[in-house]
């Protein structure tokens, strides 16, 4: 057993990132999804390690559900998402390639999920169910490290500012923009994180359009330093569990157009909204009751 690794009641914790990740092994999700005590532990190995790894659980598709029910209220995908599980809307199927359509991988690009909700998903995870013959790893990047590698000034900075986020595509027809802070407060641990994300946040309003893509291309590369990154290979039936809020992810579509990759994803909401780190730094038209507001 690695040196670093530890027991944690009958689980066995070993880190796998340079700063943060770890492997969960020593446990059979499905025959404890009513252990109370084993939850208790999950939630607070994923505030110390943001992402966690569960090799060989080959769940169905209601234990998915059930499992995700522990970390939270299950985030409803939009009817119109043609992904969205027949019978369990929380679910839903990613398979590539599509057949008849574009083979492209909409997760080839660090972000996070859902992140255009007024209360956005806390926590995230999926299982592989098929995977290509080699390739379509995921990354993680840590954004508690990444805030942490800026300047003072740009610290300063970034925590009087909010980013705009809105999506037009596939699931969300409204298209309304949401406003979340660039420098959050995580609700567990109390750390300060960069809330940056490709795809959904399309400009800072306190700053003119051309500060704003020169501050969010920096953030954003900062964001995805590999220094602050964990990649993962995956096996049919591996379970991962993820903060959706202080991390981004990558899905790397490196694999075979012909090969065919199906994961399930399913997320949670703690009712928790996105925190900013100093609230009365930030310019006063920004209404934080939004936040608390929930998606209907």
Same mark, same amino acid.
């Given at each position: 057993?690695?040196? !670093? +690794?530890?027991?944690?009641?009958? %689980?066995?914790? #070993? $880190? /796998?990132? =340079?700063?943060?990740?770890?492997?969960?092994?020593?446990?059979?999700?499905?025959?404890?999804?009513?252990?109370?005590?084993?939850?208790?532990?999950?939630?607070?190995?994923?505030?110390?390690?943001?992402?966690?790894?569960?090799?060989?659980?080959?769940?169905?598709?209601?234990?998915?559900?059930?499992?995700?029910?522990?970390?939270?209220?299950?985030?409803?995908?939009?009817?119109?998402?043609?992904?969205?599980?027949?019978?369990?809307?929380?679910?839903?199927?990613?398979?590539?390639?599509?057949?008849?359509?574009?083979?492209?991988?909409?997760?080839?690009?660090?972000?996070?999920?859902?992140?255009?909700?007024?209360?956005? !998903? +806390?926590?995230?995870?999926?299982? %592989?169910?098929? #995977? $290509? /013959?080699? =390739?379509?790893?995921?990354?993680?990047?840590?954004?508690?490290?990444?805030?942490?590698?800026?300047?003072?000034?740009?610290?300063?900075?970034?925590?009087?500012?909010?980013?705009?986020?809105?999506?037009?595509?596939?699931?969300?027809?409204?298209?309304?923009?949401?406003?979340?802070?660039?420098?959050?407060?995580?609700?567990?641990?109390?750390?300060?994180?960069?809330?940056?994300?490709?795809?959904?946040?399309?400009?800072?309003?306190?700053?003119?359009?051309?500060?704003?893509?020169?501050?969010?291309?920096?953030?954003?590369?900062?964001?995805?330093?590999?220094?602050?990154?964990?990649?993962?290979?995956?096996?049919?039936?591996?379970?991962?569990?993820?903060?959706?809020?202080?991390?981004?992810?990558?899905?790397?579509?490196?694999?075979?157009?012909?090969?065919?990759?199906?994961?399930?994803?399913?997320?949670?909401?703690?009712?928790?909204?996105?925190?900013?780190?100093?609230?009365?730094?930030?310019?006063?038209?920004?209404?934080?009751?939004?936040?608390?507001?929930?998606?209907?």
């Amino acid at each position: 057993m690695n040196i !670093e +690794a530890k027991i944690a009641q009958s %689980l066995t914790v #070993t $880190p /796998r990132g =340079g700063t943060f990740a770890a492997e969960i092994t020593g446990v059979t999700l499905a025959d404890r999804l009513n252990d109370d005590g084993l939850f208790a532990e999950l939630r607070a190995l994923l505030t110390d390690h943001l992402v966690l790894f569960l090799p060989g659980q080959h769940l169905s598709a209601e234990a998915m559900c059930t499992l995700a029910s522990r970390f939270g209220e299950l985030n409803i995908l939009d009817p119109s998402d043609p992904r969205r599980d027949a019978q369990f809307p929380s679910l839903g199927r990613f398979i590539t390639p599509v057949p008849g359509k574009n083979t492209h991988n909409y997760s080839d690009m660090w972000h996070a999920d859902f992140t255009y909700q007024r209360v956005p !998903e +806390a926590i995230a995870m999926f299982q %592989l169910v098929e #995977t $290509p /013959r080699r =390739g379509g790893d995921t990354l993680w990047s840590n954004q508690y490290a990444a805030f942490e590698a800026l300047s003072h000034p740009i610290k300063e900075l970034a925590r009087t500012l909010t980013g705009v986020h809105v999506f037009k595509g596939l699931g969300d027809t409204s298209a309304k923009p949401i406003e979340h802070p660039i420098v959050c407060r995580h609700p567990h641990s109390g750390r300060e994180h960069l809330y940056v994300t490709s795809g959904y946040l399309t400009h800072i309003p306190q700053l003119r359009r051309k500060e704003s893509m020169v501050l969010l291309d920096y953030l954003r590369e900062i964001s995805a330093q590999p220094e602050f990154t964990v990649r993962r290979s995956h096996r049919p039936g591996d379970v991962v569990i993820w903060d959706n809020r202080c991390t981004l992810h990558y899905g790397a579509h490196d694999y075979d157009p012909h090969d065919r990759r199906e994961l399930w994803r399913i997320g949670a909401l703690d009712n928790l909204p996105i925190a900013a780190a100093f609230p009365e730094r930030i310019a006063p038209h920004f209404d934080f009751s939004a936040v608390t507001a929930r998606l209907v």
